[in-house]
Nanobody
Framework: EVQLVESGGGLVQPGGSLRLSCAASGFTFSDYAMDWVRQAPGKGLEWVSNINSVGGSTTYADSVKGRFTISRDNVQNMLYLQMNSLKPEDTAVYYC??????????????WGKGILVTVSS
C-alpha cells in the first residue's frame, strides 16, 4: 500500500521558515522521482519542486526559486521541503507526490492528502 503523509505545516509569519516532511511507504522510495505541488485558496494546482530518485537533480518553480529547497533521505524514505523567506502568497495546501515509473504516460500516480501552510502576520 503506497502511502505519502505530509507533516510540518502550520502558521508562520512572513519572512519566516518552515520545513515540510513527507513520509513515504509501500514502494521502493529510492526508485522514484518526487514532487511538491501546492494549491492556494481559490487557486489551481501549482507545481513547486521536483527531485530525482537519488536526490542529485532538483528543479523549482520560479515563484519559489532561491527560497525553497527540496531534499530527500532515501534511507529514511523521507521527502522534505525547506521553505525560507515565506510570503503570504505561499499560503497553500502542500502535497507530496510520487511519479509513476512510466511518468511520461501516467504522470504522478500517488499523492499525499496535503498539509496546510498559512503565512500571515
Amino acid at each position: 500500500e503506497v502511502q505519502l503523509v505530509e507533516s510540518g505545516g502550520g502558521l508562520v509569519q512572513p519572512g519566516g521558515s518552515l520545513r515540510l516532511s513527507c513520509a513515504a511507504s509501500g514502494f521502493t522510495f529510492s526508485d522514484y522521482a518526487m514532487d511538491w505541488v501546492r494549491q492556494a485558496p481559490g487557486k489551481g494546482l501549482e507545481w513547486v519542486s521536483n527531485i530525482n530518485s537519488v536526490g542529485g537533480s532538483t528543479t523549482y518553480a520560479d515563484s519559489v526559486k532561491g527560497r525553497f529547497t527540496i531534499s530527500r533521505d532515501n534511507v529514511q524514505n523521507m521527502l522534505y521541503l525547506q521553505m525560507n523567506s515565506l510570503k503570504p502568497e505561499d499560503t497553500a495546501v502542500y502535497y507530496c507526490a510520487k511519479y509513476s515509473r512510466s511518468w511520461y504516460i501516467y504522470g504522478m500516480d500517488y499523492w499525499g492528502k496535503g498539509i496546510l501552510v498559512t503565512v500571515s502576520s
